[in-house]
């Protein structure tokens, strides 16, 4: 059982999904369909985040700071919050 990212732009992604039919266990079979439309949205984000121009390192909303996952610094941030 796999996805496989097939090509991407930043406009698109196309994904091969492959699932295995459990036949003696259709509750397998669903929890490996359930698995997999996960993985594929994982996929699909990841390639959708990485597909966006942010150059803010620091974003506020509503007065609170937000911070891109890659960049963030945490004991910048505990320092911040402790002020």
């Known amino acids: 059982m ?14 091969e999904v492959t699932i295995k039919f459990d036949d003696e266990n259709f509750l397998q079979t669903e929890e490996n369909i359930m698995n997999k439309v ?6 699909a984000t990841q390639k959708a985040m990485e597909s ?16 891109q996952k890659k960049t963030k610094n945490i004991s910048n941030s505990l320092r911040e919050n402790r002020s």
Do not use: A, P
């Open 52 to 67: 966006l121009d942010i150059k803010e390192k620091i974003i506020v909303v509503n007065e609170e700071k937000l911070y």
């Open 2 to 15: 796999s996805v496989k990212v097939i090509s991407s732009d930043k406009k698109s992604i196309k994904l």
């Open 38 to 43: 996960n993985e594929i949205g994982q996929k």
